[in-house]
T-cell receptor, first 114, second 114 residues
Framework: AQSVTQLDSQVPVFEEAPVELRCNYS??????LFWYVQYPNQGLQLLLK??????LVKGINGFEAEFNKSQTSFHLRKPSVHISDTAEYFCAVSERGSQGNLIFGKGTKLSVKP | EAGVTQFPSHSVIEKGQTVTLRCDPISGHDNLYWYRRVMGKEIKFLLH????????ESGMPNNRFLAERTGGTYSTLKVQPAELEDSGVYFCASSQARLGGEQFFGPGTRLTVL
């Protein structure tokens, strides 16, 4: 069965510092990979996705993630965070050839402090 | 273009009562998904519609949950009778393409069962 592990439930960081949110997945088949962000009182918004091709994926708001097949990881990074990046971040996978339903990690709350 | 909308935003009911949640997907999106997040846990898939047909309802917890999508437009999720463990945030998402396509999420309905 597929599963997604987000290793950190909370990540506090100072403004303008770099950040990495970790995500590992387990699957017996090939998957698509996603990062979603949820700002307070809003729905989930897609940050970026990996379908195929280059393993380094760039998304919105300066975020990027790298797919590492051997380590089954898809860590999210940003070189310099802003206060406005404070939100909850979700890593998700969907199985290639499936109906597209997403399997999520438990989420990581990023708190950016001035 | 309007995004995915959900109604109500919050619902507080007593155990044993009935509640109906509504989701209006983005116009033209054939795929509609329901997810649920119980406090402290990951977001979990409930079911998937393609137009008015249920493609996958493997995530539905039990037969107290009934989902419909009349005419392939909006969808409702009814919980009858509600139990304490049904409390959580119910998200709806829609997409055009199935394979790797971005799912657009609504803001969620927060259901509290007392």
């Amino acid at each position: 069965a597929q599963s997604v592990t987000q290793l950190d439930s909370q990540v506090p960081v100072f403004e303008e510092a770099p950040v990495e949110l970790r995500c590992n997945y387990s699957s017996s088949v090939s998957v698509y990979l996603f990062w979603y962000v949820q700002y307070p009182n809003q729905g989930l918004q897609l940050l970026l996705k990996y379908l195929s091709g280059s393993t380094l994926v760039k998304g919105i708001n300066g975020f990027e993630a790298e797919f590492n097949k051997s380590q089954t990881s898809f860590h999210l990074r940003k070189p310099s965070v802003h206060i406005s990046d404070t939100a909850e971040y979700f890593c998700a996978v969907s199985e290639r050839g499936s109906q597209g339903n997403l399997i999520f990690g438990k989420g990581t709350k990023l708190s950016v402090k001035p | 273009e309007a995004g995915v909308t959900q109604f109500p935003s919050h619902s507080v009911i007593e155990k044993g009562q009935t509640v109906t949640l509504r989701c209006d997907p983005i116009s033209g999106h054939d795929n509609l998904y329901w997810y649920r997040r119980v406090m402290g846990k990951e977001i979990k898939f409930l079911l998937h519609f393609v137009k008015e047909s249920k493609q996958d309802e493997s995530g539905m917890p039990n037969n107290r949950f009934l989902a419909e999508r009349t005419g392939g437009t909006y969808s409702t999720l009814k919980v009858q009778p509600a139990e304490l463990e049904d409390s959580g945030v119910y998200f709806c998402a829609s997409s055009q393409a199935r394979l790797g396509g971005e799912q657009f999420f609504g803001p969620g309905t927060r259901l509290t069962v007392l």
